[in-house]
């Protein structure tokens, strides 16, 4: 059974926190490391129970991991991949564990790999990574929960996406990268991870031009080689630690950020009055005494929009700011699962379609909730931080798949979080 935290109110959060790599941007460099046999090493590497997972699909695929998790150094070493089928045992442990097919099938010739498992915030469907493999020339089949990717060779094509997935951006780049001449992505995401992922690839000595932009070119070239690579800094758990502070009217600094990819977060934050100021080494987050943390209307959008994945984070911040609060999830079918729970500390929440309304109240209560999935969980914990009472989290599992022992430092900066094992 998972652990669950015992989480007592203590005050505002002070201090500084060091923010991990970033989950989104390791997961697929680690997928990447498949497409080249020779040794790679990457370098800030978060502690996460997600990037155990990769490890094990890829050993479980003959490749060799050696996990420094201390030090956030990880080496992969894909001489030995030698098997085509990908185990359900991992990879219905997260979604990007998907992303292998497409370095799989630029390898070996073909992929078998099942339908990914991951946070239950949606139908979460992969027709987009496969209709931009089957451009590239794979034969796609799907049976019995897997879908089977072949292709004898992969050739360059003109690809426009329906959506700017993030992951199929990430599925086609990285095939593309061993493909016969010129693929040209249209429409593609556009997040920090994707520039990470691209830097990741170029260094291995791939060609790609324009990532960060809707239109990526990749010439595809016919190996690549070993490399270093440090993953850049988690916007996401940057933003968890940012929203930690305006709720308990605390005052935090975040190094290893990039303030750039954070701009929505805080131009947000600076809306509902929390001040949020650059230092030498990254970002102070403050609450003004003066100023009450008030009411705003968020969208999530693909990047730069406001990001999907800090929603429930800002939701337990509007649930006790002054007014009422309009969130709108336009990225995922299914990502208000923290609503009932919220509602059960004493949230007024209403859903009607995909927004959530939110009436501020003064305080939240200390209850027993679930977290349901990994940001579900790290927004009833920030809402427990400033509750009356104490809150039992259950379903901790959920919060380390992407947070680095956030109780731990949350108690560094004077939190009180119990974990029971
Ligand atoms: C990634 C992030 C996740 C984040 C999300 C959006 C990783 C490991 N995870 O997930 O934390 O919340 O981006 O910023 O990087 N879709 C399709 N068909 C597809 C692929 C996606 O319809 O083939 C839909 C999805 O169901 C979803 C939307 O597109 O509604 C966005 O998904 P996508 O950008 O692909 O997210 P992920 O890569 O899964």
């Known amino acids: 059974m998972s652990d669950k935290f015992i989480i007592t109110p203590n005050g505002p959060l002070k201090g500084d926190v060091h923010i991990s790599g970033a989950k989104n941007a390791v997961l697929p460099v680690l997928a990447a490391t498949l497409l080249t046999g020779q040794q790679c090493l990457v370098q800030n590497v978060p502690n996460l129970s997600d990037v155990e997972a990769m ?53 070996l010739g073909r992929a078998k790999v099942p339908l990914p498992g991951g946070c239950a915030i949606g139908s ?6 496969l209709k931009g493999l089957a451009a590239l020339g794979a034969e796609i089949e799907h049976a019995h929960g897997f879908i089977s990717a072949s292709a004898s060779k992969l050739t360059g094509a003109r690809i426009y996406l329906d959506f700017p997935s993030v992951g199929a951006t990430e599925s086609i ?17 556009v997040e920090p991870e994707i520039v990470d992922l691209a830097n990741f690839l170029n260094a291995a000595g791939a060609d790609i031009r324009g990532a960060g932009t809707d239109t990526v070119k990749i010439n595809g070239t016919q190996t690549l080689r070993g490399v270093t690579h440090s ?39 600076k809306e509902v009055n929390v001040s949020v100021a650059e230092t030498e080494d990254g970002l102070r987050v403050f609450h003004d005494p003066c100023a009450e943390v008030i009411a705003a209307d968020i969208k999530t959008m693909p990047y730069p929009g406001f990001p999907t994945d800090m929603q429930a984070l800002f939701m337990s911040l509007m649930a006790t700011a002054a007014g009422t609060s309009i969130i709108t999830e336009t990225v995922f079918e299914n990502r208000f699962m923290q609503v009932g729970e919220l509602k059960r500390m004493g949230a007024e929440i209403k859903i009607e379609s995909r927004s959530a309304v939110i009436e501020g109240v003064a305080q939240l209560a200390g209850a027993q909730v679930n977290a349901s999935d990994l ?8 809402a427990a931080l400033n ?29 009180c979080v119990q974990r029971i094992s």
Not at 58 to 76: F, P, Q
Not at 124 to 129: G, I, K, N, S
């Open 55 to 107: 490890c094990g699909l890829l050993e479980s695929l003959g490749a060799g991991t050696r996990w420094d998790a201390v030090a956030g150094n990880l080496t992969v070493c894909a001489e030995g991949l030698d098997k085509h089928e990908a185990a359900y045992e991992w990879v219905g442990k997260l979604r990007a564990s998907f992303l292998i097919i497409g370095p799989m099938l630029a390898r």
């Open 124 to 129: 979460r469907p992969v027709d987009l990574h």
């Open 173 to 189: 780049m990285m095939a593309a990268s061993l493909a016969q001449g010129q693929t040209i992505l249209e429409n593609c995401a």
């Open 231 to 269: 993953v850049i800094p988690d916007r996401i758990e940057a933003g968890t630690f940012m929203v930690a502070a305006a709720l308990t009217r605390g005052d935090i600094r975040l190094t290893n950020v990039m303030a750039d990819h954070l701009k929505p977060v805080t131009a947000k934050l």
């Open 375 to 382: 940001r579900a969980g790290a927004a009833l914990m920030l």
């Open 387 to 415: 509750a009356h009472g104490k809150t039992e989290l259950h379903g901790a599992a959920h919060v380390d798949r992407g947070y680095c022992a956030l109780d731990t430092r949350l108690n560094a900066l004077g939190a």
